[in-house]
């Protein structure tokens, strides 16, 4: 098992950054593909960005995001970073990070959940 905790999130005018932490417990943290999942109200959750595991790590992104957003991770740490910059007002969701043993951006891939952290940006 793995437990995920999410922070960082917040409130913030358009063209501003945040990062964003999952913090991971539990089973060996690196072993693992993480995601980075966003959900709007109305919307379905939609695929950010992964990293692949081990200390290196290849990235992915979804369109919407890339040059914007970097994702990262520090094994040492048990942490994976989601750095948010030029944020828009169409960013604003839930946040949240979950596991693989996939390299994938479909939902049904990924086993454990965090509980997300809310990012609101304001126009």
């Known amino acids: 098992q793995v437990q995920l905790v999410e922070s960082g999130g917040g409130l913030v005018q358009a063209g501003g950054s945040l990062r964003l932490s999952c913090a991971a417990s539990?089973?060996?943290?690196?072993?693992?593909?993480v995601g980075w999942f966003r959900q709007a109200p109305g919307r379905e959750r939609e695929f950010v960005a992964g990293?692949?595991?081990?200390?290196?790590?290849?990235?992915y992104y979804t369109d919407a995001v890339k040059g914007r957003f970097t994702i990262s991770r520090d094994n040492a740490k048990n942490t994976v970073y989601l750095q948010m910059n030029s944020l828009k007002p169409e960013d604003t969701a839930v946040y949240s990070c979950?596991?693989?043993?996939?390299?994938?951006?479909?939902?049904?891939?990924?086993?454990?959940w965090g509980q997300g952290t809310q990012v609101t940006v304001s126009s």
């Open positions: 539990g089973r060996i943290f690196s072993n693992y593909n």
């Open positions: 979950a596991t693989s043993r996939m390299r994938t951006t479909r939902r049904s891939g990924y086993e454990y």
């Open positions: 990293i692949t595991w081990g200390s290196g790590g290849s990235t």
